[in-house]
């Protein structure tokens, strides 16, 4: 796949879902691996977090990052799969205002030509405000696969929520973007 449009200028933020890592039972390796992308693809990681597989936990931190770190990205790791304990998508849901099927589904289609356990991945991805919130399982193999998919179509569809695209206007309320530079 083709590397994003240079520069990928973004105010991103990064949140492990996992009870063992928040813990401290196990080593966070994929939310490190999803700031590793991104800052490689010029992105300005402002935010890591590691949260315990908790709904409400997740919907506020997710609000948070939106409303007052104003953050243009939120990228979750974790908690996207069948276990009970597995929330991610229900909480990124009670947050967003607009569902974005179309890069869920991409992400499952593409990562399941290798890797046939994809299809059981529940993550969502959606808006809210001005800020694309995407969830990705908790592998760091599936983080990196993940992003691989995602990074051709990155680069539009947060300018089109910049309102940079023709004829949309900016969305209300929206901070001065690190691409305006």
Known sequence: MSAPEAPFRVLAAV???SDRVAAGS???????????VL???????????????????IAEALRRLVSRER????????????????????????????????????????TARDTPFA???RGVAGIRGGTLIVNLPGSPRAVT?????????????????????AGHPRWPGAPESPASD
């Open 15 to 17: 949140l492990t879902i």
């Open 26 to 36: 196990h080593p966070d390796r994929s939310g490190p691996e999803v700031e590793r």
């Open 39 to 57: 800052r490689s693809w010029g992105a300005d990681v402002a935010l890591t977090a590691v949260l315990p597989d908790d709904r409400k936990a």
């Open 71 to 110: 953050v243009e990205l939120v990228i979750t790791t974790g908690g996207t799969g069948f276990a009970p304990r597995d929330v991610t998508p229900e909480a990124t849901r009670s947050v967003i205002e607009r569902e974005a099927p179309g890069l869920a589904e991409l992400l499952r289609r593409e």
């Open 119 to 121: 299809a059981l991945g």
């Open 145 to 165: 696969e993940c992003l691989e998919v995602l990074k051709p179509v990155l680069p539009h569809a947060l300018r089109l929520l910049r309102g940079e695209g």
